[in-house]
């Protein structure tokens, strides 16, 4: 297997500009996780899917931010219009339900100028 | 909601000898609490989990011990080795059929000192 598979693996852009990044689980996995990572707040999960259907936003920290998974095998998070304190290493993580156990993706390290 | 707090942030030890990292919780229905290590630049990884129906876990050199009752679980590595220095997550969840939230705990920097 795979992995979780993450794209892009680095991502520059200017302030305004919409980004999107993408997440493609692991196969026969039903939920799926998008965590932000910066220095200063650590670890935060922003929204989670069980069986593709959004079950807690309550992280997404702003209406710029938005998430979708049009079927089990892929997900987007997009941020429009991209601010520079956007900038974190955004993980996407798998798992079974039931099973608990999260398989992170590598991350897309996104850099808003 | 849940809140995890994890201690120390920062911790180095000698190599050869133990580290301990210690975390509480808040939400007394969380019974799922998973150890991650994050080597730099890389992606956390699961290391050791346990539930709440069981105190102790042992795999190796690494530990995890539970009191429910303190809502308190704790991280023991023994006989460090320099590959062991990374930032360790704990993470606390309740497990009932779909909700699988975890909420994770600052971080702790080890660093094993050669």
């Known amino acids: 297997d795979a992995g979780v598979i993450q794209s892009p693996r680095h991502e520059v852009t200017e302030m305004g500009q919409e980004v999107t990044l993408r997440c493609k689980p692991i196969s026969g996995h039903n939920s799926l996780f998008w965590y932000r990572q910066t220095m200063m707040r650590g670890l935060e999960l922003l929204i989670y899917?069980?069986?593709?259907?959004?079950?807690?936003d309550s992280g997404m920290p702003e209406d710029r931010f938005s998430a979708k998974m049009p079927n089990a095998s892929f997900s987007t998070l997009k941020i429009q219009p991209s601010e520079p304190r956007d900038s974190a290493v955004y993980f996407c993580?798998?798992?079974?339900?039931?099973?608990?156990?999260?398989?992170f993706g590598p991350g897309t390290r996104l850099t808003v100028l | 909601g849940e809140n995890v707090e994890q201690h120390p942030s920062t911790l180095s030890v000698q190599e050869g000898d133990s580290a301990v990292i210690k975390c509480t919780y808040s939400?007394?229905?969380?019974?799922?609490f998973p150890w991650y290590k994050q080597e730099l630049g890389k992606r956390p990884q699961l290391i050791i989990d346990i539930r709440s129906n069981v105190g102790e876990k042992k795999d190796q050199r690494i530990a995890v011990t539970l009191n429910k009752t303190a809502k308190h679980f704790s991280l023991h590595i023994t006989e460090t080795q320099p590959e062991d220095s990374a930032v360790y997550f704990c993470?606390?969840?309740?497990?009932?059929?779909?909700?699988?939230?975890?909420?994770f705990g600052t971080g702790t920097r080890l660093t094993i000192i050669p």
């Open positions: 899917f069980n069986n593709n259907v959004p079950i807690d």
């Open positions: 993580a798998s798992s079974l339900l039931a099973d608990n156990e999260q398989f």
């Open positions: 993470a606390a969840s309740v497990t009932n059929f779909g909700n699988e939230k975890l909420t």
């Open positions: 939400d007394s229905a969380s019974n799922y």
